[in-house]
Structure formats: C-alpha cells, structure tokens
C-alpha cells in the first residue's frame, strides 16, 4: 500500500493516478479487515494469555452505552487450546445474540469444570428465545456452535430461563495437554 501511494504521488493527475490511490485505500481497508477476522478466529489474547484474559477482553469490547451489564467469572487458568476456542466461542457467538436480539439488560459468563468436564454457561435477562421474531432465528451461528460443541464430544443447549431471558449452556470434555495441535 505505501509502495502504491508512493507510485501514485509520482504520477501527474490523472484516473490512473486516482484509480491507484484507491486501490491503495481498498487494500488498506482489506488488509484491516482481514487483521480483524483472524482475530475473531482465534483471538491474540486467546491464544497469548488464556480463556479469562480473552472473555475480559471480549466484554471490554461490548462495553458501551446501553449495552448490558455483563458479569463474568473465567478462572485464570489454562485449558487445552481446542477447549478454550471451543469455550471462547460459545462465550462470543451468546453474547454476539444477547446484543443483537434479547433485550437484556444483565448477562452472566460462567465457566467451570467438574469431574473433566469444562461447564460453560452464558445467562441473560432478556426476552427469550420464545420471543424472538420468526426473521431473528434465520442465522447460522448457534447451529454452528452446536456443531463446534459436537465435535469435542460435547453438548450445547439453548433454552428459555426461568424468570425470563436465554440460558446457553455447554459442556465440553476437557482434553489433556498431550493432545495439544
């Protein structure tokens, strides 16, 4: 991108000047957008400092006005890096459609793990998924997380709480560190 700005400042002006200079500014966006995704993929955080620093981070990006409160408890340990993925985006995909569609005004995080088990756990106080539009159920990204959960040998449910508001829960067979990729 510098070495097209770069030709771009040397032509007199014209369209082809033009046209460079914006595929310049088309590449620069493309090349943003990309650093974006691999993130959302597999997060730096995730992958640097673990499922607790990345699920904070992630809230500290849902952060802003009117967004709900979102307590999370994460215990600052490592997992196998498939099990933290797996969680992370369980955790991202819950939170992605408690902001789109629920309502809420308070959400819960939790993680846990009991007898190999990682429990994970995503609560809101929001509308339910009973009272969603018909149009707000068209997405793919809790089929796709129920698929992610299946292929760690685990399960995802997704229901209505009581009192009111979306309870996603999973549970993922917590595998030892000799299996790491």
Known sequence: MRRANSIAGRLPHSAERADLEELARAAG????????????????DLAEDGLAQAVDQRL?????????????VVP???????????AYFVISEALNNLMR?????????????????????????????????????????????SSRAAAMNGSLTIADASGGGTRVEADIPILPFDDAP
């Open 29 to 44: 966006t493309l090349q943003i957008r990309l650093a974006q995704i691999v993130d959302d993929l597999y997060p730096a």
């Open 60 to 72: 500290r990006a849902l952060h802003v006005p009117g967004a709900p409160v979102v307590a999370a």
């Open 76 to 86: 600052h340990r490592r997992w196998h890096p498939l099990n933290e993925r797996t």
């Open 101 to 145: 569609h629920s309502g809420a005004t308070t959400a819960r995080v939790e993680v846990s793990e009991t007898d190999g088990i990682m429990h994970i756990v995503v609560s809101d106080n929001g509308r339910g998924r009973g009272q969603l539009a018909p149009t707000s159920r068209r997405g793919r990204g809790l089929a796709n997380l």
